[in-house]
């Protein structure tokens, strides 16, 4: 079973910077999709960024310019750097991760609160 852990995440003030990373398990790391998704409090679960397993890149528009996902295969890890942080980035984030090509996301971490103070 592919098993994603985050990691990486708490309090910050706004404009502050945090980075998140998640380890995968179980599987051919190289041959994942890669995903950052968040869920605010009191809404649905977003898509904040996307790796392929090529290495291109998505961003919500919300974290364009700010959020930035990498990963690195030889370590099985993905990360999101999240600089200027603003109060309504507060939202527990969770990793997933999907057959390269894959439709839909089919594995997910726990999550990992990330909490933005005034």
């Known amino acids: 079973q592919v098993q994603p852990v985050e990691s990486g995440g708490g309090l910050v003030q706004a404009g502050g910077s945090l980075r998140l990373s998640c380890v995968v398990s179980g599987s051919i790391f190289s041959i994942y999709d890669m995903g950052w998704f968040r869920q605010p409090p009191g809404k649905q679960r977003e898509l904040v960024a996307h790796i392929t397993s090529g290495g291109s890149t998505n961003y919500a528009d919300f974290v364009k310019g700010r959020f930035t996902i990498s990963r690195d295969n030889a370590k099985n890890t993905v990360y999101l750097q999240m600089n200027s942080l603003k109060l309504e980035d507060l939202a527990v984030y969770y990793c997933?991760?999907?057959?390269?090509?894959?439709?839909?996301?089919?594995?997910w971490g726990q999550g990992t609160q990330v909490t933005v103070s005034a």
């Open positions: 997933a991760a999907k057959v390269r090509g894959a439709a839909s996301y089919r594995y």
